[in-house]
């Protein structure tokens, strides 16, 4: 499996903006779709947005359309949230994932994704 770390939360005042990362490592990713995922306290794990192999195919949450932005760098092996304008509802634990069954198209489903990352806190301020 791939190994996951991702980095960049913190604390951002609503309006704001905040750039996730997550470096993979162990595997290239560059053959796999891969997603982003938050979880708030007290609730279930939440879709965001995901991509496929090339960053082509992209799909995102409608909470988050048009604030949020996913890409990937494959030669890096990094896959990246840009999230513009966030909003105290966003706040959560972010993870990423990686879903190595699917490559063309990228999926909505947390069963989908095989390897999680251990996820970084992002606080959203008002």
């Known amino acids: 499996q791939v190994q996951l770390v991702e980095s960049g939360g913190g604390l951002v005042q609503a309006g704001g903006s905040l750039s996730l990362s997550c470096a993979a490592s162990?595997?290239?990713?560059?053959?796999?779709?891969m997603g982003w995922f938050r979880q708030a306290p007290g609730k279930e794990r939440e879709f965001v947005a995901s991509l496929n192999f090339s960053g082509g195919n992209l799909v995102y949450a409608d909470v988050v359309k048009g604030r949020f932005t996913i890409s990937r760098d494959n030669a890096a092996n990094t896959m990246y949230l840009q999230m513009n304008s966030p909003k105290p509802e966003d706040t959560a634990v972010y993870y990423c994932?990686?879903?190595?069954?699917?490559?063309?198209?990228?999926?909505?489903?947390?069963?989908?994704?095989?390897?999680w990352g251990q996820g970084t806190q992002v606080t959203v301020s008002s």
């Open positions: 994932a990686s879903d190595e069954t699917r490559w063309r198209m990228a999926g909505r489903a947390p069963s989908d994704f095989g390897s």
């Open positions: 162990g595997r290239t990713i560059s053959g796999y779709a």
